[in-house]
Each structure stands twice: as structure tokens, then as C-alpha cells.
């Protein structure tokens, strides 16, 4: 169980290691050598965990799933609208999910597949969506495949400006106010009244994400 326990560790260290690189460098810039001593590990253990470059870079994209602690709710809109909530406070506080985002939008990664968290966040957002259009939540017009799409696009650009601008510290406020414009476009009236978009709602999201 020991050498279990100290693998799983030597593998955090290293992934922490990458998620620092990859942030402050980006992909083509990050090195194996700065890496390896950031983690203060040997070569052979980096690559018995991760065989190349490209599987670190796909471990910190994996730090962008969306938050499996959303709590369950009878509005499935309410879920969709805490994901985000959970994430943007992710974002401030969790190295590997920000530099995740960074690879994921690197445009000179070139040769790493950078599509896992889009697809796994369109996933998401339109499980959400299509269990919301069954429970009668949604206008009638409204398509869950093209509003998963346009969700996880507007959250990506949402992301990115907050990034820049103030290194994330008024995403969750750039969170609000983009539900409070799609919400109207898609929710059925009496679902858009009992709808929670308070920033007291996502401090007591907060308490629910893990730290890393």
C-alpha cells in the first residue's frame, strides 16, 4: 500500500510540475528538463507515469472536466447554471484546471488534441439540456444540441476575456451575466423565476470544490 500511496504522489508531483509549465510557458515552449525539476523526480518515474510530452499535456486537460460535484437538483437548468458556477471558482483556485484551459486554447500546440474538454463539456452541458427539454423546462423551440454548442462556445469566450483582463477574479460575476442573457432565450417562464443566479448561490458552490 506504501508503494501504491508514493506512486500516486510521485504522479501528482509530476503532473503539477507539468500543469506549472504548461501555464507559464505554453505547450511547445514547457520542457521535459524543467518539469522534471520542478517535481524533483527522475526521468524514468516522469515516464513511467506519462510516456511522452503529449500524455502530460493530456493529463492537465483532463483537469477540465466538468465538476462531478454539482449537487443534484429538481431543475436541471439550476445544474447546468452550478457546473459553470463550480468551474469559475475552479478557475481561480486550481492550478491544473487553468492550465488546462491554457492548453486547450493554445493554438501552437500543434500535434496534441486539444478536443477532450470540448467534447466532454458539450456532453455535459447537453445531457443537462436534454433531460431539461423532457421535464418541460425549456421553450419549445429550443434544440438541446445547438444550445450545448453555443453554451460551451459563449462559457470558452467568457473564460478567456476574464482570463486576460483580470486573471479570472470577475469570472463568476462574466458567469452570471452570460446565463442571464441565454437563460430568457431558452427557459420556460415559471422554470426562469425559480432559477438561482445569485453570486450567494455560487459561494456555497464554492465549498464544494476540491482544491488542487
Same mark, same amino acid.
Given at each position: 500500500?506504501?508503494?501504491?500511496?508514493?506512486?500516486?504522489?510521485?504522479?501528482?508531483?509530476?503532473?503539477?510540475?507539468?500543469?506549472? $509549465?504548461?501555464?507559464?510557458?505554453?505547450?511547445?515552449?514547457?520542457?521535459? =528538463?524543467?518539469? @522534471?525539476?520542478?517535481?524533483?523526480?527522475?526521468?524514468?518515474?516522469?515516464?513511467?507515469?506519462?510516456?511522452? !510530452?503529449?500524455?502530460? $499535456?493530456?493529463?492537465?486537460?483532463?483537469?477540465?472536466?466538468?465538476?462531478? =460535484?454539482?449537487?443534484?437538483?429538481?431543475? !436541471?437548468?439550476?445544474?447546468?447554471?452550478?457546473?459553470?458556477?463550480?468551474?469559475?471558482? %475552479?478557475?481561480?483556485?486550481?492550478?491544473?484546471?487553468?492550465?488546462?484551459?491554457?492548453?486547450?486554447?493554445?493554438?501552437?500546440?500543434?500535434?496534441?488534441?486539444?478536443?477532450?474538454?470540448? @467534447?466532454?463539456?458539450?456532453?455535459?452541458?447537453?445531457?443537462?439540456?436534454?433531460?431539461? !427539454?423532457?421535464?418541460?423546462?425549456?421553450?419549445?423551440?429550443?434544440?438541446?444540441?445547438?444550445?450545448?454548442?453555443?453554451?460551451?462556445?459563449?462559457?470558452?469566450? =467568457?473564460?478567456?476575456?476574464?482570463?486576460?483582463?483580470?486573471?479570472?477574479?470577475?469570472?463568476? %460575476? %462574466?458567469?452570471?451575466?452570460?446565463?442571464?442573457?441565454?437563460?430568457?432565450?431558452?427557459?420556460?417562464?415559471?422554470?426562469?423565476?425559480? @432559477?438561482?443566479?445569485?453570486?450567494?448561490? $455560487?459561494?456555497?458552490?464554492? %465549498?464544494?470544490?476540491?482544491?488542487?
Amino acid at each position: 500500500m506504501a508503494k501504491q500511496d508514493r506512486a500516486i504522489r510521485t504522479r501528482q508531483a509530476i503532473l503539477m510540475a507539468a500543469a506549472q $509549465a504548461f501555464e507559464k510557458y505554453g505547450y511547445q515552449a514547457a520542457t521535459i =528538463t524543467e518539469i @522534471l525539476k520542478s517535481a524533483d523526480v527522475t526521468k524514468g518515474a516522469l515516464y513511467f507515469h506519462f510516456p511522452s !510530452k503529449e500524455d502530460l $499535456a493530456l493529463g492537465v486537460l483532463d483537469a477540465q472536466e466538468p465538476p462531478q =460535484t454539482v449537487p443534484e437538483h429538481s431543475l !436541471k437548468l439550476q445544474e447546468l447554471i452550478d457546473l459553470g458556477m463550480l468551474f469559475s471558482h %475552479r478557475l481561480q483556485t486550481s492550478l491544473l484546471a487553468r492550465a488546462g484551459v491554457r492548453l486547450s486554447m493554445d493554438q501552437q500546440a500543434q500535434g496534441l488534441d486539444r478536443s477532450g474538454p470540448f @467534447l466532454r463539456w458539450q456532453e455535459a452541458t447537453h445531457h443537462l439540456l436534454a433531460q431539461a !427539454k423532457h421535464n418541460g423546462e425549456l421553450l419549445p423551440h429550443v434544440n438541446p444540441t445547438e444550445t450545448a454548442d453555443l453554451y460551451v462556445a459563449a462559457f470558452t469566450g =467568457t473564460q478567456a476575456v476574464s482570463q486576460t483582463l483580470t486573471n479570472y477574479r470577475d469570472l463568476q %460575476r %462574466r458567469h452570471i451575466t452570460l446565463q442571464q442573457h441565454i437563460l430568457p432565450s431558452i427557459a420556460a417562464p415559471s422554470i426562469l423565476t425559480a @432559477l438561482d443566479l445569485t453570486p450567494a448561490r $455560487a459561494e456555497r458552490l464554492s %465549498r464544494l470544490a476540491p482544491e488542487d
